[in-house]
């Protein structure tokens, strides 16, 4: 590959791309959603994301969602399906830069926070770029960026499972164009404290851009989600992207929206990477009518809560260390081979994930229903024993 990519070249190697996700699904499948093990890639014939499970704890998605008002909204919606989404992106783009609190030359839509992820790969892992981020974490970006030749630097994650910011602080280096940090973590669900995130956010800022990926904040209370985010340093004008996703809380992970809020400069240099009109009408509505929709959220996060204290209680039990989450998904390591648990599971129509990190395996568990995480335990430990 060229030292440099001109914004011509990536078209074409874009193309490229899209010719072979075309031809070749299971390509696709490798560079978006792939495997994080060992254990998954010799199971791949029965990928992760596979539907073919009556419990899906393998995609953090919210097991209550789109709300009613959400889908009243689609329905209603269906009538416009003739028509280009143009006025309705421009309304959500409002919508949603008066509930950040900014302009919307600052705010920019995209296919779920992942498709924006990709732009930001592609924007600042050109010419070899380095991106920088904790480990494990959401892979997305970063593996995207390789496809153009970007180089990822990795920094493990504390005992804790957290983001280790005072380690990350200390791999930044002149050629560190991208610094990439997730509160909470995916796949840890770790929350690291914004009075360590928001100095280091800011410090690093002003050596290279810092992409702040917020999907799972609003797990959180309101007065805390207030305290972690970073928008606060958009604001202020700092080298620093927010993005957030409909995928998660808000249910709609299978109509493919989300945003990002950063300065207008880096919304230009990062949206030119963006093919086409992602988003479709019904997908729009949806998102207009979750933000509005306080009540479904509160609902949501108080049984995410309780079906993942249940789960909490198991691992206690068990005397297993595992990050305390604040999201709808929990890390703890294998008790047995990673891959005879997805098997087993599998066999009992239950998915969920199984990562590498520091030379062992991990399960990264979904939180689904009470019901289905009761089912999840007894069914685990049936698998383990």
């Known amino acids: 590959m060229k030292a440099r990519l001109s914004r011509r070249d990536w078209f074409k190697s874009s193309i490229a791309l899209t010719a072979g996700l075309t031809i070749g699904p299971m390509f696709a499948d490798r560079l978006l959603a792939g495997p994080v093990s060992v254990a998954e890639r010799q199971l791949w014939g029965t990928h992760p994301y596979s539907p073919n499970g009556n419990i899906r704890l393998n995609a953090n998605e919210n097991p209550y969602g789109p709300s009613e008002k959400a889908n009243e909204a689609i329905v209603q919606n269906m009538r416009e399906g003739n028509r280009y989404p143009f006025q309705a992106l421009s309304e959500l783009r409002k919508i949603v830069a008066e509930k950040e609190g900014v302009d919307t030359d600052h705010i920019h839509l995209g296919a779920g926070s992942g498709s924006i992820l990709c732009q930001a ?37 504390n005992d804790n499972l957290e983001f280790d910011y005072e380690a990350m602080a200390a791999r930044v280096n002149p050629k560190t164009r991208l610094v990439f940090v997730c509160n909470p973590n995916n796949p840890t669900g770790t929350l690291v404290d914004p009075s360590i995130v928001s100095p280091f956010c800011q410090e690093i800022s002003k050596k290279a851009l810092v992409y702040s990926d917020e999907a799972y904040l609003e797990f959180l209370e309101p007065e805390m989600q ?69 009540e479904f959220m509160h609902l949501s996060r108080t049984k995410n809560a309780a079906a993942r204290a249940h789960l909490e209680g198991y ?48 399960c990264r568990v979904s939180i689904g229903t009470l019901d289905e995480m009761k089912q999840f335990t007894q069914a685990f430990d049936e698998v383990i024993s």
């Open 315 to 362: 691992l206690s039990q068990k005397g297993y260390h595992y990050g305390k989450s604040h999201t709808n998904f929990m890390f703890f390591p294998a008790p047995i081979n990673g891959k005879a648990i997805l098997s087993g599971m599998q066999q009992k129509k239950i998915l969920m994930r199984i990562w590498d990190y520091q030379d062992r395996e991990w």
């Open 121 to 157: 790969g592609v924007a600042f892992g050109l010419d070899s770029g380095e991106i920088l981020s904790g480990f494990p974490t959401f892979t997305q970006m970063m593996d995207y960026a390789k496809v153009f030749n970007a180089k990822w630097d990795k920094v493990n994650l």
């Open 226 to 294: 207030k305290k972690v985010t970073n928008v606060g340093l958009v604001k202020k004008g700092m080298n620093v992207v927010v993005s957030r996703t409909f995928s998660k809380i808000y249910g709609l992970a299978g109509l493919r929206i989300g945003y990002i809020v950063a300065r207008p400069d880096l919304i230009k240099k990062i949206s030119q990477y963006q093919m086409g009109i992602p988003i479709n009408q019904h997908a729009i509505a949806a998102a207009k009518a979750s933000l509005g929709d306080t």
